[in-house]
Protein backbone atom coordinates (compact mmCIF):
# COMPACT_ATOMS: atom_id res chain seq x y z
CA UNK A 1 0.00 0.00 0.00
CA UNK A 2 1.16 3.39 -0.58
CA UNK A 3 2.28 5.65 2.29
CA UNK A 4 0.41 9.23 2.73
CA UNK A 5 3.79 10.85 1.28
CA UNK A 6 4.06 8.50 -1.63
CA UNK A 7 0.01 9.67 -2.29
CA UNK A 8 0.71 13.25 -1.66
CA UNK A 9 3.50 13.36 -4.42
CA UNK A 10 1.37 11.13 -7.22
CA UNK A 11 -1.42 14.07 -6.48
CA UNK A 12 0.25 16.70 -7.61
CA UNK A 13 1.93 15.44 -10.24
CA UNK A 14 -1.32 13.38 -11.47
CA UNK A 15 -4.15 15.94 -10.48
CA UNK A 16 -3.35 18.91 -9.60
CA UNK A 17 -0.36 19.66 -12.13
CA UNK A 18 -2.31 17.20 -15.04
CA UNK A 19 -3.39 19.22 -17.83
CA UNK A 20 -5.52 16.56 -19.67
CA UNK A 21 -8.04 16.07 -17.78
CA UNK A 22 -8.58 11.96 -19.26
CA UNK A 23 -5.09 11.46 -17.37
CA UNK A 24 -5.97 13.19 -14.33
CA UNK A 25 -9.35 11.50 -13.94
CA UNK A 26 -7.25 8.16 -14.56
CA UNK A 27 -4.74 9.14 -11.24
CA UNK A 28 -8.15 10.55 -9.47
CA UNK A 29 -9.54 6.89 -9.92
CA UNK A 30 -6.34 4.90 -9.13
CA UNK A 31 -5.15 7.39 -5.95
CA UNK A 32 -8.57 8.79 -4.06
CA UNK A 33 -11.52 6.77 -2.35
CA UNK A 34 -15.15 6.39 -4.58
CA UNK A 35 -16.59 9.12 -1.97
CA UNK A 36 -12.82 11.34 -1.44
CA UNK A 37 -14.30 14.53 0.78
CA UNK A 38 -12.35 17.92 -0.70
CA UNK A 39 -12.36 20.95 1.41
CA UNK A 40 -10.57 24.05 0.59
CA UNK A 41 -11.38 27.75 1.46
CA UNK A 42 -13.74 27.90 -0.89
CA UNK A 43 -16.20 24.96 -1.29
CA UNK A 44 -16.13 20.93 -0.33
CA UNK A 45 -16.95 18.85 -2.67
CA UNK A 46 -17.58 14.84 -2.03
CA UNK A 47 -17.10 12.04 -4.94
CA UNK A 48 -14.15 11.58 -7.64
CA UNK A 49 -16.52 13.54 -10.45
CA UNK A 50 -16.98 15.93 -7.57
CA UNK A 51 -13.23 16.28 -7.14
CA UNK A 52 -12.54 15.95 -10.88
CA UNK A 53 -14.56 18.87 -11.95
CA UNK A 54 -12.85 20.94 -9.04
CA UNK A 55 -9.87 20.52 -10.53
CA UNK A 56 -10.45 21.24 -13.50
CA UNK A 57 -11.69 24.92 -12.83
CA UNK A 58 -8.53 25.60 -10.82
CA UNK A 59 -6.54 24.61 -13.96
CA UNK A 60 -8.35 26.79 -15.89
CA UNK A 61 -8.07 29.60 -13.72
CA UNK A 62 -4.17 28.90 -13.17
CA UNK A 63 -3.30 28.63 -16.72
CA UNK A 64 0.42 27.69 -17.27
CA UNK A 65 1.23 27.78 -13.45
CA UNK A 66 2.21 24.48 -11.75
CA UNK A 67 2.41 23.37 -8.19
CA UNK A 68 5.59 22.62 -6.65
CA UNK A 69 7.04 21.02 -2.89
CA UNK A 70 7.90 23.45 -0.30
CA UNK A 71 9.99 21.23 1.92
CA UNK A 72 9.20 17.83 2.20
CA UNK A 73 6.11 15.38 3.01
CA UNK A 74 5.39 14.58 6.25
CA UNK A 75 3.27 11.84 7.71
CA UNK A 76 2.28 10.29 10.89
CA UNK A 77 0.04 6.88 11.09
CA UNK A 78 -2.86 7.68 8.58
CA UNK A 79 -2.11 11.69 8.31
CA UNK A 80 0.04 13.13 5.58
CA UNK A 81 0.72 16.81 4.98
CA UNK A 82 3.11 19.04 2.13
CA UNK A 83 3.47 22.15 1.82
CA UNK A 84 3.27 23.94 -1.78
CA UNK A 85 4.22 26.83 -3.77
CA UNK A 86 2.06 27.96 -7.24
CA UNK A 87 4.08 30.09 -9.62
CA UNK A 88 5.08 30.14 -13.12
CA UNK A 89 8.41 28.37 -13.34
CA UNK A 90 11.29 31.27 -13.41
CA UNK A 91 9.12 33.29 -11.22
CA UNK A 92 7.96 34.37 -8.02
CA UNK A 93 5.21 32.24 -6.54
CA UNK A 94 1.94 33.44 -6.65
CA UNK A 95 0.67 31.29 -3.96
CA UNK A 96 1.45 29.07 -1.65
CA UNK A 97 -0.29 26.57 0.71
CA UNK A 98 -0.38 22.92 2.46
CA UNK A 99 -2.44 20.03 1.64
CA UNK A 100 -3.16 17.38 4.47
CA UNK A 101 -4.74 13.94 3.46
CA UNK A 102 -5.93 11.18 4.96
CA UNK A 103 -5.45 7.78 3.60
CA UNK A 104 -7.52 4.78 4.40
CA UNK A 105 -7.00 1.42 2.37
CA UNK A 106 -4.23 2.56 0.71
CA UNK A 107 -6.88 5.31 -0.67
CA UNK A 108 -6.92 9.48 -0.05
CA UNK A 109 -10.41 9.39 1.80
CA UNK A 110 -9.78 13.11 2.91
CA UNK A 111 -7.80 16.59 1.37
CA UNK A 112 -7.72 19.80 3.17
CA UNK A 113 -6.04 22.66 1.25
CA UNK A 114 -4.92 25.15 3.14
CA UNK A 115 -3.95 28.54 1.44
CA UNK A 116 -1.10 31.13 2.65
Known sequence: MRTAA???ERMVQGVFDEPDPDRRAAVIEEIFTVEVI???PHATVVGREALGAAVTALRERIG???FT??????EVGDLGMRAWRLGVEGQEPVGSGLDVVLVLDG???RLWTFLD
Do not use: S
Not at 69 to 74: H, Y
Open 6 to 8: ELL
Open 38 to 40: FTD
Open 64 to 66: AAA
Open 69 to 74: PAGPPR
Open 107 to 109: RIA
